[in-house]
């Protein structure tokens, strides 16, 4: 599965897997609202990701 990975979707899924860890140790560490602010950058990361796909996929 990961063998169809490049380095920047690589660094994309790390960037929001860490996004989504944080959020969750600031929710539970009792800064709800800080951590509804980092957790929603999760999807946006991953739909930046997906949009980055697209465009290359296009190109070919």
């Not at 996004?19 to 990361?45: C, R, Y």
Request: hydrophobic fraction near 55%.
């Amino acid at each position: 599965m990961f063998k169809h990975f490049n380095i920047i979707d690589i660094l994309l899924l790390i960037s929001a897997l860490s996004s989504l860890i944080f959020s969750e140790i600031l929710f539970f560490s009792g800064e709800k609202e800080n951590a509804i602010f980092i957790g929603l950058w999760v999807p946006s990361i991953l739909a930046f990701g997906i949009y980055l796909r697209l465009i290359k996929n296009s190109k070919k």
